[in-house]
């Protein structure tokens, strides 16, 4: 959707190639939020307490939602 290699990608990259998407100010910055939690986690072993886990699940469902395309109805006369 966004056309963006992410997988292939560090979270500072992902951050830095997401610059060019329009994105809600909010959602750009949970996403940079949440990648940079993970890295922590991923990392440096962190242990996150639910309550941050929780907050992260609710950014990215948040994130999808927000930026996901929207499918066109289809009118009556079609």
Do not use: C
Not at 15 to 29: F, G, H, N, Q, Y
């Amino acid at each position: 959707h966004f056309a963006v290699g992410a997988m292939e990608m560090t979270s500072d990259e992902i951050i830095a190639a997401m610059r060019d998407v329009e994105l809600p100010k909010k959602a750009a910055m949970d996403m940079a939020d949440v990648l940079r939690a993970a890295d922590l986690v991923k990392f440096a072993k962190a242990i996150p307490e639910s309550d941050e886990n929780e907050a992260s699940y609710q950014a990215v469902w948040d994130f999808v939602e927000l930026t996901k395309p929207v499918e066109e109805q289809p009118t009556e006369e079609e």
